[in-house]
């Protein structure tokens, strides 16, 4: 195959960067267009909710020499048609022998006529770290992982913190309602107000307003229930939707040319046998490795061990694998101290893990869900052995 002269990017996140640098480093040497709807050159979003937040970092750019890869960015411009070797944005129309969609995700909103914050952009960190004072009513809505950043960020500036779940645990959808509850305690602990199974219906000025009619004040309220793959712009492109831009295992959709990487993406799992979308940091950083390559006529696949990480109330919570078709869970250590894991088996097999401030186990758990060893499972539950020393027939 011969290199395609212009590649488009769409999307100037994480992934969409990555994309570029890849190409580079491969040796492209056609023209390469960025476009990204923010103002801003490439930037980091895991900080935002973490030292942004506290005032720690105030910007978190990606790479400060953009010059050196040759890209044309069009900043401040969304992409609003993907046409037949087209991509059309508000200000113009770029021509592309192959395309990258790498437009993230945007958070859902809840209805009600009070202003709600969400927490995705450099911008909204920064205004929402101004609000952050002592004595501040905040209302989190959403136990997720963005919630309980949070949660540990406001708590630490001194802001008055409750966070309404609609769920029986925090973190349920991530990793289940057990693993979910042994993090509740750590709200009470930061002086945060944790309320389950509290649905909200609506945001109003003055507070929010929850499904029992009752109104809970707030000064500031911000909405963290979850995204949604940014992909409406794509409609009647021909590009197959399905939970994201449904790409297969190489990262191709189903036009020719068209790739999509990061979080608007959900591509099929050679792993897991099934199409998969994840909102990882880790994802956005290595899948743009095979586009790219695969862009430039290579096969690869994409068949990732996911990984994960959130910072909670002091704590370094680690997740690898995808425990969606797991049996079994097995606790390693006790959910009350604070350190400890939780196993996922299917079978004998050990096919995700959260830890929380054990990076040691995280490593040994990610070598073995990728050699697919079996596993002693009262191996595995004392912590006083090594993970890796848990697998049958010798560590991989
Ligand atoms: C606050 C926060 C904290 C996080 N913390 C962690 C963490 O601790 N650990 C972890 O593993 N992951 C974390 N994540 C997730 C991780 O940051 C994402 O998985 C990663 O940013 C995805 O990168 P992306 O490039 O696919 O998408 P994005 O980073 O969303 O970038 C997509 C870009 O495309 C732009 N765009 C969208 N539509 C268009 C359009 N039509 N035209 C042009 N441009 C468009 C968007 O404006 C955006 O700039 C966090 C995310 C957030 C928001």
Known sequence: MTEPARVVVVGAGLAGLRV???????GYGGTLTLIGAEGRPPY????????????????????????????????????????????????????????????????????GDGQQRVLRTADDSLALRQLLRPGVRLVIVGAGWIGAELATAATARGAAVTVLEAADAPLEAAVGSQVGLATVPWYAAAGADLRL??????IRP?????SRGEMLPADVVVTAVGVRPAVSW???????????VAVDAQLRSSVPGVFAVGDCASFWSSRYERQLRFE??????????VAAANILGASSEYNPVPY???????????????????ERLIWRGDPAGPKWAACWLS?????AALTVGLPRDLLQSRRLIEAGNRVDQGKLADPGIAIRDSAIGGHP
């Open 20 to 26: 570029t640098e890849e190409l580079r480093t491969l």
């Open 44 to 111: 980091d979003r895991p900080p935002l909710s973490k030292k942004m937040l506290t005032g720690e970092l105030d910007d978190t750019s990606l790479r400060p020499d953009m010059e050196s890869l040759a890209v044309d960015m069009r900043l401040g411009e969304s992409a609003v048609a993907l046409g037949d070797r087209t991509v059309r944005t508000e200000a113009a129309e770029y021509e592309w022998d192959a395309v990258v969609l790498a437009t993230g995700a945007v958070p859902v909103r809840l209805p």
């Open 197 to 202: 199974g509290q649905r909200v219906t609506a």
């Open 206 to 210: 003055d507070g929010v307003e929850l």
């Open 234 to 244: 794509l409609a009647g492109s021909g590009v197959l939707l399905d939970n994201g």
């Open 280 to 289: 990882h940091w880790d994802i956005a950083l290595h899948a743009p490795e």
């Open 308 to 326: 994960f990480w959130s910072e909670q109330f002091g704590r370094m919570v680690q997740y690898v694998g995808w425990h969606g078709a797991a």
């Open 347 to 351: 079978g004998d097999r050990l096919v």
